[in-house]
């Protein structure tokens, strides 16, 4: 279920408009072998755009787009036979049953995955004979899933994979992303989780108003633009200069309150070891000690704004 292409997808400046909305702008995106790559952004950004001129559905206007070294527009019933596509929403056909929606997908490949077993991973075998339009929103994305790697893709495309499922129904499908990946498969997904982004994602690409704005691994994201915190308490009105001499060049260290101090910078064991120190110098106990990092919904709304959007 791998890849030979060590690039399995590449886009450069890649735009798409639909009448007078620039839909996607100028985007450059590379996704690494057995890697998961999740697309952020708010609503209307660009990201399902972004995926279906992925998977041929739509034509870019300007820029190239290879997927698997292959147009995906050009060479689109070559590349069908190698890339598995959950559609948002389903797809699935509103009178047929589950199971026999599955089944007839696998046919179409000579090494299907058993469709009985992913049925059962995916919770799935006592809705086998339920058409699709009597499943519940949850148990349709699974099916969707379903489809989407039964015929051993080496490439996968997830358009907001657990959309109205339970908690736990979510963990299953991430185990089973995870599992993709550790076999080998490429993932590119979309979604608003921004949980699910930092649970699966090897890299993060940020998309607003159909450009990139940040790109990243989940740490270095969460690292940008913002410097881990150190917070304690102890004593008020404390005499902070022997700390900040003590502390490497570029840190800070403020009583934000009565009482509550704050250091700002690379906060590693070392760092720790200094601010306990001083404490002991000072014949002082700090209480309440931890570390505080920037959350990937931080970095988010700091890139992307604050308000909703339609």
Not at 36 to 51: D, E, I
Not at 95 to 112: C, I, W
Not at 174 to 184: P, Q, S
Not at 293 to 309: I, N, P, W
Request: hydrophobic content about 40%; glycine content about 10%; overall charge negative.
């Amino acid at each position: 279920m791998s890849s030979g292409s060590p690039t399995p997808v590449r886009l450069r400046g890649v735009s798409k408009r639909y009448g007078s909305t620039q839909a996607v702008s100028g985007l450059d995106l590379e996704v690494n072998r057995a890697e998961v790559l999740a697309l952020l952004g708010p609503n209307g950004a660009g990201k399902t755009t972004t995926v279906e001129m992925c998977e041929g559905f739509v034509r870019p206007d300007e820029g190239s787009i290879e997927v698997l070294g292959l147009d995906p527009v050009a060479d689109n019933g070559r590349l069908r036979e190698r890339i598995g596509v959950m559609l948002q929403g389903g797809g699935g056909y509103p009178a047929a049953r589950a199971g026999e929606m599955l089944n007839l997908v696998a046919a179409y490949s000579a090494d299907p995955l058993d469709p009985a077993w992913l049925l059962g991973t995916l919770g799935l075998t006592d809705a086998a004979k339920t058409t699709y339009r009597r499943l519940s929103g949850g148990q349709q994305q699974r099916l969707a899933l379903a489809c989407a790697i039964v015929c051993r893709p080496e490439l996968v495309f997830l358009d907001e994979p657990t959309a109205g499922m339970d908690a736990h129904a979510r963990l299953v499908v991430w185990e089973l992303i995870d599992a993709l990946r550790r076999d080998g498969v490429t993932v590119v997904l979309t979604t608003h989780q921004l949980k699910e982004a930092e649970e699966l994602a090897d890299q993060i690409v940020i998309i607003d108003r159909g450009a990139a704005v940040a790109s990243g691994t989940p740490a270095e994201l969460m690292r940008s633009g913002a410097e881990d915190q150190l917070r304690f308490t102890a004593p008020r009105r404390l005499d902070l200069s022997l700390l900040l001499a003590a502390l490497p060049e570029g840190y800070r260290a403020s009583e934000q309150l009565p009482g509550e101090y704050l250091v700002e910078g690379t906060i590693d064991p070392q760092v720790l070891a200094t601010v306990t120190a001083w404490c002991a110098r000072l014949n002082i106990l700090a209480t309440d000690m931890r570390v505080e990092q920037r959350s990937l919904e931080d970095v988010f709304l700091d890139l992307t704004g604050k308000e909703l959007r339609s």
